[in-house]
T-cell receptor, first 113, second 116 residues
């Protein structure tokens, strides 16, 4: 069975600080990896995804993530956060094609001015 | 439509009652998924349809939960004899293999179910 761990439950940063959110997964086969974001009062939106190829993937709003297969990790990064990045961030994995997503418990990011 | 839509946005019911939650996927998406999200948790998988058939229903918690997708588009999640523990946000997502999306799941706004 798949599982996803997000180590940081609540992160508080000042604007312009750098961000790294951890995500580790447990699954023995080929995986697809995702980061979704949920802004206050809005629905889940796709931030970025990794299917294959270059392990460094770039998403919307300046976010990027690196897949490190040997560490079963897919950490999310942003060099300089903005107040508008305040949201909940979810890492998710599936076993390919159209299968179900397994989500982590989420990280709440609060960016202060 | 432009995105996944779900109705109602909020549903309050009494313990023991029956509820139906509706999901309208992105036009042309063949795969449809239901998830449940409790406070402070990530979404948990319930069931997934490919076309009209349930391809994976391993996440349904018990036989009070049932979902249909009779024409391969709109889906209804049905909960019988609701319990207070069923209170959560029920999310629907859809995906397809076409384009560069490659089965990426796109989520609707959810239905917040409260069982009193």
């Amino acid at each position: 069975a798949q599982s996803v761990s997000q180590h940081n439950h609540h992160v508080i940063l000042s604007e312009a600080a750098s961000l790294e959110l951890g995500c580790n997964y447990s699954y023995g086969g080929t995986v697809n990896l995702f980061w979704y974001v949920q802004y206050p009062g809005q629905h889940l939106q796709l931030l970025l995804k990794y299917f294959s190829g270059d392990p460094l993937v770039k998403g919307i709003k300046g976010f990027e993530a690196e897949f490190i297969k040997s560490k079963f990790s897919f950490n999310l990064r942003k060099p300089s956060v903005q107040w508008s990045d305040t949201a909940e961030y979810f890492c998710a994995v599936n076993a390919g094609t159209a299968s179900k997503l397994t989500f982590g418990t989420g990280t709440r990011l609060q960016v202060t001015l | 439509g432009a995105g996944v839509s779900q109705t109602p946005s909020n549903k309050v019911t009494e313990k023991g009652k029956y509820v139906e939650l509706r999901c309208d996927p992105i036009s042309g998406h063949t795969a449809l998924y239901w998830y449940r999200q409790s406070l402070g948790q990530g979404p948990e998988f319930l069931i997934y349809f490919q076309g009209t058939g349930a391809a994976d229903d391993s996440g349904l918690p018990n036989d009070r939960f049932f979902a249909v997708r009779p024409e391969g588009s709109v889906s209804t999640l049905k909960i019988q004899r609701t319990e207070r523990g069923d209170s959560a946000v029920y999310l629907c997502a859809s995906s397809s293999s076409s384009g560069t999306g490659g089965w990426t799941q796109y989520f609707g706004p959810g239905t917040r179910l409260t069982v009193l």
